[in-house]
């Protein structure tokens, strides 16, 4: 189960750190993202990390700004959002996937970001 929190409404040029708190299984074969979906879009891939390796990926569009992490001991993953746009706007979802599946089994519910310009 994963569980996503730390949304807010922040300005433009800001910074806001979501997180995702991993339950219920472990996760040590997995792969965790961050999804995002902004109104009227499809939602799209924004950053993973393997949760054994230091290993990580990002979406063009927030390289350079958005950084993933993960807390093994807590069971918790990050993402830290700086130098937000209007664009950022989304409600952002947690999601995992064992490394032998590029399918997404786990999703968290989803954490609202806005961003004001």
């Known amino acids: 189960q994963l569980q996503a929190s730390g949304g807010g409404l922040v300005q433009a040029g800001g910074s806001l750190r979501l997180s995702c708190s991993a339950s219920?299984?472990?996760?040590?074969?997995?792969?965790m993202a961050w999804f995002r979906q902004a109104p009227g879009k499809e939602r799209e891939f924004v950053t993973g990390i393997w949760w054994s390796i230091d290993r990580t990926n990002y979406a063009d569009s927030v390289k350079g700004r958005f950084s993933i992490s993960r807390d093994n001991t807590k069971n918790m993953v990050y993402l830290q959002m700086n130098s937000l746009k209007f664009e950022d706007t989304a409600v952002y979802y947690c999601a995992a996937r064992h490394l032998s599946s590029m399918k997404y089994d786990y999703w968290g519910q989803g954490t609202l970001v806005t961003v004001s310009s």
């Open positions: 219920g299984r472990t996760f040590s074969n997995y792969y």
